[in-house]
């Protein structure tokens, strides 16, 4: 068997050991088209010998700007197997962050996916004066196409790639990822194929055998996606690229998967309309839908409910939940979620649904898994993050901040010794996050940097109000502000969807939603929501007014990260003047503004 000592090894292991005949999956032209690893070992070569014609050498960097598509992969592996260093780019990215990766990372050539991404490099290379070849992945009229390197390649089929694979030692740069953060200036984050390969052999044992298939829709810009891909190579499962976000729902339905990896909020999205149409439901069939999703809530693991509650979840399990099966595709043994902090009671109703949601926990500085649940007895605990990876050391700092080492942490930030020295001390480094260990599980309770004082002295956890106040179907999205104030405060984002049926129901009749947002009726129902997931916390840290928003955070306005992290800072100043209208004095015995 080949030894896997670096990434691109993964290759001649999977066909010694799988001869994958379906390792890749796209839909091109309503068709699915499968790709061999005999496919992706000739593309992957072809490409690298390309890249050496065109002057590629060992260390330099050569960037992909692409959604997942299986000319990703080619391209990472022709790139990594003569030593250059893979920067994956966000094609959601602004227009300053392309500017400042292209120039810090000195990105020699890029790989870019369509017309508009090839316009917006080709302007950035203008204004920066920035010699960057640029191919792309699908045919435009003037722009050099991918297969043009392929060809290159073909035409040298000759050259010898063993010397240039031989030169690439373990701890080798494989990637430098820049972290959009929510703060600041990106950060390349230099990962060596080392780190990589220690994160993959970890997590493979969590994957159940019977899994052969997974669906993949998270961007593999993101370490997550990069990660769990190059682990289902080691695993012989074969990667079906979803077409884009908007058709999931379909591309579920037909490749029947067997596993896939999520975020939170899209979970969040599946379980609302779950529940809307539960809502639809009218007599005995509403009544049996929430008589099993109230049997869900209550779920425990490993049959701790007893003998009774389990007869009772079977009958639920095949009246309801085999449908919530079908709707994930039939076949779904475990989802795995990670970005954000899932909420408990989620991972309690999908795994009574017998939807094994698996929660981790990671960095991209740490190639990213610290820890995560597993799918068999005593692997997960709910409201935790899981158990720490085996080549991972994890300790609690005195001030509660989760500090970790290992065989997974970065190289350093790209040119910033000043920044690796801030974030690693005596081989630790500073996750940011806050947590604690119980019995062998971790438990995340918050963002170091984003907890803060009341004016009281009172600290405030935003990530565990903010989860709790999404529990309402009412509310779409939240932060908590109040920082230095007397009291915390919500920004709102409505589920315009549900509030607008609500708001019909209850003879409200506004035509758009600043209109809605403003109506008493609905401000007193949106507090009624609030007031009750306010029990529970401490007299300190409710929520005591709050604000209606009309739009969604996104990303393209900038709120958001690409793994859809609320930009605080940038939340904050766009709505100063509605967080100062919260508390000012004249509005002290109202509950909203």
């Known amino acids: ?40 070992v000739q593309t992957a070569d072809e490409v690298s010998r390309g890249l050496l014609q065109l002057g590629i050498a060992k260390d330099d960097k050569v960037a992909i700007m692409s959604p997942n598509r299986p000319e990703w992969n080619f391209c990472d592996f022709g790139i990594l197997q003569i030593g250059a260093a893979q920067v994956p780019m966000y094609p959601t990215l602004a227009e300053a962050d392309i500017k400042f990766i292209l120039k810090d990372a000195e990105v020699k050539l890029i790989f870019v996916a369509d017309a508009t991404l090839v316009d917006k490099i080709e302007k950035v290379k203008q204004e920066q004066s920035l010699e960057i070849a640029v191919y792309s992945f699908d045919k435009i009229d003037g722009v050099k196409h991918w297969t043009e390197i392929q060809a290159l390649g073909q035409q040298h089929h000759q050259v010898d790639l063993q010397p240039y694979k031989d030169a690439i030692g373990p701890d080798d740069l494989l990637t430098l990822i820049y972290t959009s953060g929510t703060t600041g200036t990106p950060k390349g984050v230099m990962l060596s194929h080392n780190n990589l390969l220690s994160n993959v052999k970890d997590s493979a044992p969590l994957y159940p055998k019977e899994i052969r298939r997974a669906l993949s829709f998270l961007p593999l810009s993101h370490i997550f996606e990069r990660m769990v891909v190059y682990m289902y190579f080691y695993l012989g499962i074969s990667v079906y690229y979803a077409e884009s976000m908007d058709t999931i729902v379909d591309n579920l339905q037909e490749v029947k998967p067997h596993c896939f990896t999520t975020v939170p909020r899209l979970l969040e999205k599946v379980y609302d309309k779950i529940v809307a149409k539960g809502q639809a439901l009218s007599g005995v069939k509403k009544s049996l839908f929430f008589w099993a999703l109230g049997l ?5 693991l490993d049959g701790k409910n007893g003998l009774l509650y389990d007869l009772q979840l079977g009958i639920a399990r095949k009246l309801i939940f085999s449908k919530w099966q079908d709707a994930l595709g039939g076949e779904v043994i475990a989802i795995v979620s990670g970005g954000a902090a899932l909420q408990e009671r989620l991972a309690r109703v999908f795994w009574a649904a017998d939807i094994k949601v698996l929660e981790g926990y990671g960095l991209t500085e740490t190639s990213p898994v610290i820890a995560v649940n597993g799918p068999f007895k005593g692997q997960t605990k709910f409201g935790t993050v899981g158990k720490v990876l085996p080549s991972v050391d994890v300790k609690i700092a005195e001030d509660g901040e989760i500090l970790t080492k290992g065989s997974n942490l970065m190289k350093g930030y790209y040119k910033r010794p000043d920044a690796t020295e801030e974030a690693i001390t005596d081989g630790w480094f500073h996750t940011g996050d806050i947590g604690e260990l119980r019995d062998g599980f971790l438990v995340i309770t918050d963002r170091k940097k984003e907890v803060f004082k009341t004016a009281g002295g009172k600290y405030i956890s935003p990530q565990v109000l903010e989860n709790k ?14 920082e230095n104030r007397k009291f915390p405060s919500a920004l709102i984002v409505p589920n315009f969807e549900k509030l607008s049926e609500w708001a019909k129901r209850n003879g409200v009749n506004e035509k758009d939603k600043e209109a809605l947002i403003k109506n008493a009726k609905v401000l007193d129902k949106i507090w009624v929501e609030v007031e009750k997931l306010n029990a529970g916390f401490g007299h300190w840290e409710t929520i005591k007014k709050f604000a209606l928003l009309p739009n969604e955070f996104s990303i393209d306005a900038g709120e958001m990260t690409p793994k859809l992290s609320l930009k605080r800072k940038v939340i904050l100043t766009k709505n100063a003047d509605l967080i100062e209208k919260i508390y000012a004095e004249t509005n002290a015995q109202e509950h909203h503004v």
Do not use: C
């Not at 869900?296 to 425990?300: I, K, L, N, T």
């Open 1 to 40: 068997m080949e030894t896997l000592t670096r990434i691109f090894d993964l290759l001649p292991y999977n066909k010694s050991k799988y001869n994958s005949q379906e390792v890749l999956a796209q839909k091109i032209n309503g068709e699915w088209k499968t790709f061999s690893i005999d496919d992706f």
């Open 296 to 300: 869900a809530h209550r779920y425990e």
């Open 469 to 482: 106040l999404k529990e309402s179907v009412y509310i779409e999205q939240v932060m908590v502000v109040g």
